[in-house]
């Protein structure tokens, strides 16, 4: 069944939303509610659109057609400096206004920015990232300068965080760190992450909800556990001959000498039939999350979509 989003509060809404460009991919119009309290992982093909959504909720770019709204706020101009400093952002690529400046500077200028700024946070978190503070940014390895941003974008203490490929850089230990991090940070109820990200296990491990974006378009957001259960793959002995019936819960199919592979949605008319039928499941295992994705685009559709 699919989660009802609407006695949820809603952090960040885009209704409508369209931005159309001569010589770019149109992307939208895009409907989607993103519930406070939650990490939505937006996911999808390079190019698909992921980062302009991110632009676009950050107000770096500008829709064409349709409204935002942030924290209950829809504005007709210009987002309130109010909300504007309830949100982080860490950019896929650096900031090139802050290069010349130490990893100190930038964050003394940050912390006049958010009012909220934690400066014992900062120091914790840099000294467990372990990045040099007194030397300028652009002479820090990516890795290091991707510690500093996360570190100044936890330390403003935002509502809204931003995280484009937030692991970009980072080695197996600081990714470790990082996810850490961000755990401990979400124990405020308040507070919601948007993050885009290619890492597989970075998703599985963060996400409470999964958007798939593709073409520039959104295909649906669903509750990651219960996209998990929805399809798996499954190995079987017995007579198919009326597995046609079926067709709706079967995806895929490889008939073998002994066996046969099959790829199936959960249900229990599925169940039913393979009981009467005395098909024997001789081995099953869940999808990997590139798997499932790749089902979904192929316009198998999850019955488990959030509204």
Known sequence: M???????????????????????????????????????????????????????????IQPDEGSISWLGETPKAALPLEVR?????????SIHEENIMTADEAARFRSHWYPNWDEVRFDQLMSRFEVSRHDRLNRLSKGERRKFEIAAALAANPKILLLD???????????????EE??????????????????VEEVKRLADYIVLVNSGQVLGM???DALFASWKEIWVRGELDALDQLETDILRREYGPAM????????????????????????????????????????????????
Do not use: C
């Open 222 to 224: 669903v509750e990651k």
């Open 85 to 93: 400093q309830q949100i982080a952002y860490v950019p896929e690529h």
């Open 165 to 179: 490929e937030p692991s970009s850089g980072l080695d197996p230990f600081a990714w470790k760190d990082m996810i």
């Open 2 to 60: 699919a989660e009802n989003l609407l006695e949820q509060d809603i952090a960040i809404e885009l209704a409508g939303v369209k931005i159309q460009r001569r010589r770019r991919k149109t992307v939208g119009p895009i409907n989607l509610r993103i519930p406070q309290g939650h990490i939505v992982a937006l996911v999808g093909p390079n190019g698909s659109g992921k980062s302009t959504i991110m632009n676009m909720i950050l107000q770096t």
């Open 182 to 199: 961000l755990r401990d940070f979400m124990e405020n109820e308040d507070v919601t992450i948007v993050m885009s990200s290619h890492i």
């Open 260 to 307: 046969t592979k099959l790829v199936v949605s959960e249900s229990e008319r599925l169940e039913l039939w393979m009981d009467e039928n005395r098909i024997q499941v001789v081995k099953s295992r869940s999808l990997e999350l590139d798997e499932i994705l790749e089902i979904w685009i192929q316009g198998h559709t999850p019955d488990v979509l959030s509204q």
